[in-house]
């Protein structure tokens, strides 16, 4: 029995060592780098798209507010019946007395207008004049919100980016455990095969072979668990894409970490330059002086040169048919009770609350960036611990391995080496995972699009 052990524990660790290992099935489907996530995403994403259709709406708002400045043109048309007679009344003379013919009229004279149908045209043009300074802020205003609404769209493109490589790396994670759970599996058949030949030759327990069978049963469940994280996981970054939710794909392994070095006081600097959430602050200012100044605006009275055409229809021949006239037009409200001077108070109010505001955004920002950065380099420190305890047990199992084969050791003692080799490779794998994550933590805190 101890001859068959022996020889059943030898297949096992030249099996893990790779004497008869294969290579994990490759996850069917394309693969998918990470630049061509992103570079998809930005093409395609909804969110992005539909920010996008936020921003051109305002290159409508603004060419309608443009038209303001044109003449207005308005007709109005009233279609009635009079249900009450129209009578025009001339007392005697009252066009005059003259010499040889008398008074015109020469007595009392009422002239009615029948009870008919009749229609009132009123035609009416103005051309605001004062206004123009109105309008004219309008316009700054709706400019203001043009580049607010060109930042909001900047600001979802890196959270998408962000949102792409985080989903991106967790399906890294999962898609390296599967493939360690596979080989796991593999490995338990392997040994499964080799502990019922040896039972049935009596030369091994029983129980041996059912530890086997519950060790492959635990792998099986282990890797179901991780194959359905990883097609939920798959659809929500297919969902970022904008591509069918079923698309099947692979992601490409994850590269060494980057050793560069950025200094605290410039990362702040540069995504104090470069964060939509800081122009949006500063913008949102703006946007309350154009208000308060609007606001102001309102002292101002209205001037408009005005063209009117008026036209009876039916009125009876007495009423003239066209009436027109040409002047100025003023609208003024010199007496309001206040109402003015505690709006533009209010308005002064909200600029001081949203200076305050861009003052609060650059201090959380700040703050963000030095939170991202610390945890980068215990990232990044953490790769270079886990890269050196992979190196040692590759070095403990070289040593083990030669001591086996002089006899020098058991095979349990290599096994156990062979396990701690294994949950080095997964640390550091993980290791490097949480370092590109927590990269790309820092890349979104400092602004960057791609």
Request: proline share 4%.
């Given at each position: ?19 008869i290992?294969?290579?994990p ?39 309608a507010?443009?038209?303001?400045r044109?003449?207005?043109l ?11 007679a129209?009578?025009f009344?001339f ?6 007395v ?6 015109v ?18 035609g ?58 596979e080989?796991?599996?593999r ?10 030949q040896?039972?049935?030759q ?12 519950t ?15 990883l ?16 698309t ?37 200012v ?7 100044r609007?606001k ?25 048919s ?17 109402r ?19 003052k ?15 945890k980068?380099?215990e ?16 070095e ?11 006899q ?27 370092f ?12 960057e699009?791609?």
């Open positions: 029995m101890r001859s068959a052990v022996s020889a059943m524990a030898v297949a096992s660790l030249a099996f893990q060592a790779g004497g290992c294969q290579e099935a490759a996850a069917s489907g394309q693969t998918l780098t990470l630049e061509r996530a992103i570079r998809l995403a930005l093409e395609s994403n909804r969110v992005i798209k539909s920010a996008d259709l936020e921003l051109r709406k305002f290159e409508d708002r603004l060419a507010t443009r038209t303001k044109l003449p207005a308005d007709w109005y048309v009233l279609g009635s019946q009079r249900l009450t129209l009578d009344l007392p005697k003379g009252a066009f005059g003259y010499p040889g013919v008398g008074p009229p020469a007595a009392n004279t009422t002239i009615r207008a029948p009870l008919q149908p009749a229609a009132l045209l009123i009416k043009v103005d051309q605001p004049l004062s206004q123009q300074y109105q309008i004219g802020l309008g316009l700054g205003q709706l400019k203001v919100g043009q580049e607010i609404a060109r930042e909001q769209e900047r600001l979802k493109r890196q959270t998408v980016v962000s949102d792409v490589k985080s989903a991106y790396y967790q399906i890294l994670q999962t898609q390296s455990a599967l493939e360690s759970a080989e796991a599996i490995l338990y058949r392997e040994l499964d095969r080799l502990t019922d040896y039972v049935s009596q030369v091994a327990l029983k129980s041996e072979s059912l530890e086997v069978k060790r492959l049963a635990k792998a099986e469940y282990d890797a179901l668990t991780l194959r359905n994280p097609a939920t996981q798959q659809e929500h970054l297919n969902s970022l894409m904008g591509r069918e939710l079923a099947e794909f692979s992601v490409s392994p994850v590269p060494e970490a980057s050793s560069t070095e950025t200094d605290l006081a410039a990362a702040r600097r540069l995504a104090l330059e470069r964060r939509p959430e800081v122009r949006q602050a500063s913008l949102k703006r946007q309350a002086e154009f208000d308060r609007i102001k605006a309102e002292y101002i009275p209205s001037v408009s040169l005005n063209f009117t055409y008026f036209s009876p229809v039916n009125y009876g021949g007495i009423v003239p066209n009436i027109a006239s040409v002047g100025l037009l003023l609208d003024w409200e010199p007496f309001d009770w206040g003015k001077r505690h709006e533009l108070a209010e308005k002064s109010k909200s600029v001081e609350e949203a200076t305050l505001a861009l609060e955004t650059e201090d959380q920002i700040a703050i963000e960036v030095g939170s991202k950065f610390r980068l380099q990232a990044r420190q953490l790769v270079a611990i886990g890269r050196l305890a992979q190196e040692t047990a590759r403990n199992l070289r040593v083990a391995q030669n001591r086996y084969s002089q020098a050791s058991l095979l349990k003692d290599v096994l156990q080496v062979q396990t701690s080799l294994a949950q080095a490779d997964n640390q550091y794998q993980q290791a490097l995972l949480s590109w994550t927590a990269k790309a933590d820092f890349e979104r805190a400092l602004g699009e791609e």
